[in-house]
T-cell receptor
Framework: DQQVKQNSPSLSVQEGRISILNCDYT??????FLWYKKYPAEGPTFLIS?????DKNEDGRFTVFLNKSAKHLSLHIVPSQPGDSAVYFCAATDTNAGKSTFGDGTTLTVKP | NAGVTQTPKFQVLKTGQSMTLQCAQDMNHNSMYWYRQDPGMGLRLIYY???????DKGEVPNGYNVSRLNKREFSLRLESAAPSQTSVYFC??????????????FGAGTRLSVL
């Protein structure tokens, strides 16, 4: 049973427009959520996170929204840039257990 | 500032061969992890080490062993490689396992093919 799901394997957007990446989870014990970005032939790097006590966290062009009742979070990138083209992983953490569970990733392509 | 260093970057093995993947971090982190990533899939946790001297199984530990050699180093061993272990392996480290904002820092990965 996959506890963290990213239902869109890929997303293509035009430069300057908004990119919205989605993530759903099933485990109500998850209390912290992170987004990682991965370029080809590199390891994932941390992008932005949100605690379950918040519903929004913003960092520059990146904003993460959390809807606890729907067990859904999304990453918004505005405006999208070609350099944002990468695979984005959603990860959820149960702080008491410590480990993070990752989604399968969404490949974002931003076209110039 | 090296961060997390994995060696080797690429490896081809024959079925039944053994090998050890090396990982070292220079951030004085307490916790370290080994993941595998198969095509179209996310990162699946193989083993982790919450702190020096401890190791625990993750989601997919079968066929692997680990050693937390010291605070810096965490190795992953395949005793008898199988084609199903063909994957990209990532090592990661984090400051502390049981904190809310447990950001993990990843190495560049080891691409392993088992023929």
């Amino acid at each position: 049973d996959q506890q963290v799901k990213q239902n869109s394997p890929s997303l293509s957007v035009q430069e300057g427009r908004i990119s919205i990446l989605n993530c759903d989870y099933t485990n109500s014990m998850f209390d912290y959520f992170l987004w990682y970005k991965k370029y080809p032939a590199e390891g994932p790097t941390f992008l932005i996170s949100i605690s379950s006590i918040k519903d929004k966290n913003e960092d520059g062009r990146f904003t993460v929204f959390l809807n606890k009742s729907a067990k859904h979070l999304s990453l918004h990138i505005v405006p999208s840039q070609p350099g944002d083209s990468a695979v984005y992983f959603c990860a959820a953490t149960d702080t008491n257990a410590g480990k993070s569970t990752f989604g399968d990733g969404t490949t974002l392509t931003v076209k110039p | 500032n090296a961060g997390v260093t994995q060696t080797p970057k690429f490896q081809v093995l024959k079925t039944g061969q053994s090998m050890t993947l090396q990982c070292a971090q220079d951030m004085n982190h307490n916790s370290m992890y080994w993941y595998r990533q198969d095509p179209g899939m996310g990162l699946r946790l193989i083993y982790y080490s919450a702190s020096e001297g401890t190791t625990d199984k993750g989601e997919v530990p079968n066929g692997y062993n680990v050693s937390r050699l010291n605070k810096r180093e965490f190795s992953l061993r395949l005793e008898s490689a199988a084609p199903s272990q063909t994957s990209v392996y990532f090592c990661a480290s984090s400051e502390q396992l049981l904190i809310a904002k447990n950001i993990q820092y990843f190495g560049a990965g080891t691409r392993l093919s088992v023929l």
